[in-house]
């Protein structure tokens, strides 16, 4: 389920979604707690938080630069000398549907 962390995830911040299991109530869903994760999971799931982030203020902005960095931080992205081809290929192949990122 995709839910706010609310301190599910120890060391995430409260705000961010989290996929996990959860709870589903009158209130919505609330995250299961989980125990602190081991530091290589820790480190691949700050960096995917990072990348969606990054992502998320690129797409309400439309800062192109940004949302190069966001396809640099994707753990499962290009490295930093193919980005900016890949960057371009997405606009191309996705023009009219990036909506700030278009213009």
Known sequence: M?????????GLPDDVVVEMPARIGRAGAT????????????ALVRAAKDYELLTIEAALSGDRERALLALVTNPLGPDLHLAPRVWERILVDNHGRLGRLDA
């Open 2 to 10: 995709n839910t706010r962390n609310e301190g599910a995830i120890p």
């Open 31 to 42: 995250a299961i707690p989980t125990t602190p994760l081991r530091a290589d999971v820790d």
